[in-house]
């Protein structure tokens, strides 16, 4: 007797099984245009109309599904190659000019690394002290004044100084005198009276009211404009001359000096030595790390506790401090003298003055210390830098008796007008 496995039948799924095929059916289906239902019913004229919608949508009314064309078009001539102008491109770097864009004449400017005779106000109004004169140069109408002080001695201008409105300008004298003048009608306003055994070397203003002096003796003291016992208080340090003041720009508690004691120090204004000493101010940090005098001083503008100071003949190094805890973070050994350094106030850039043997200027990129540029066009050491408070130029002054004028810093966009965002702000009154 035959098993019930031998007597059943294997169907495959892709292979049709003709015996169970209706092959009339099939025929018919082919050959009639309208075709009975597999149940025996005629088809309804909601699904004709359906089958003919569907012809004209998807068929397009064709009869045949295929037909031959032409070869469709190679994938890879639709692949961007690289030196097509759709891709991606890098930013450009910006080109800074290796000339001066301007220059100027500086007769009679004193070859002396303790002065300062060299400053670029927020009025936009560039001063230079030559000999015992003081030129004005107005960088938005190209336009040029000069004053000085009728004096018995004809005393050098020994250094000077804009306020932080613009409205006042400090002039140091080499008898020890000290004028304000105003620098609309070039009167003096204050005349302040030193010691006739010390000059004024730096001067920096801690605000509109409050100016700092450092003097050939070492001393540094502050003066109140406003008060008549003007000498406010006094910072014990530096045994030879101040070469350089600088005041950080956060709310002017930091205080850093330079001098030809090849020291650099940093004081905290909010804190007094003492109960018995309440004029004197706080010295945070000592730093000796300099070999050679030190007259090149600046504050980054973007980070408030980082200091920039630079060493003289025999040191060639710039040096990079922490204010708060008296760290080195870096030191670059440049090769030559640096003179003066300008932070630039819209980026992490810095720009370097030097003597011997180029006499040059140095872009340095922080904080990497890369250099981006070297400008070279002064013939003697470039002891003076003053930027524009613009942005974008910086002026430069040396021993040749040449003032030039560089592109070397971007100039900011101008900020976007902000929007509106109040409705009717416009108006004061809605009906």
Known sequence: ???????????DRFIPFRSAMDMDFARCALTMPSRPQRDGSIESP??????????QCILKNRTRIFAFKSAPESPADKVCQFDEDDRP???QQRRIPKDADRVLAAYDIIDDDRLNLLDWGSNNVLAIGLNDTVHLWNAANKSGTTFSRALEDNSPVTSISWSPDGKVLAVALGNSDLDLVDAATGRVLVGIQGDSHSFVCSLAWRSNAILTTGRSDGSVVDYDIRKDDRAICDYKGHRLEVCSLKWSELFGRYLASGGKDKLVHIWDARMAV?????CQHQLLHKIS????????LDWCPTRSNLLASGGGRNDHCIKFWNAVNGVCLNSIDTGSEVCALLWDKNKSELLTSHGFPNNQLTLWNYT?????????????RVLYLAGSPLGGVVASAAEDETLKFWNVFETPKPPKPEANTVPFAQFSVIR
């Open 289 to 296: 790390n300099h070999t050679s005098t030190v007259r090149a």
């Open 89 to 91: 491109h890098k930013k």
């Open 1 to 11: 007797m035959a098993s019930s496995r031998s007597r059943r039948v294997e169907y």
């Open 368 to 380: 990497s210390m890369m250099r981006k540029a070297e400008l070279f066009g002064h013939s003697s």
């Open 274 to 278: 003492a109960n018995h000493h309440p």
């Open 46 to 55: 909601s699904s004709a109309a359906y089958q003919k919608l569907l012809v």
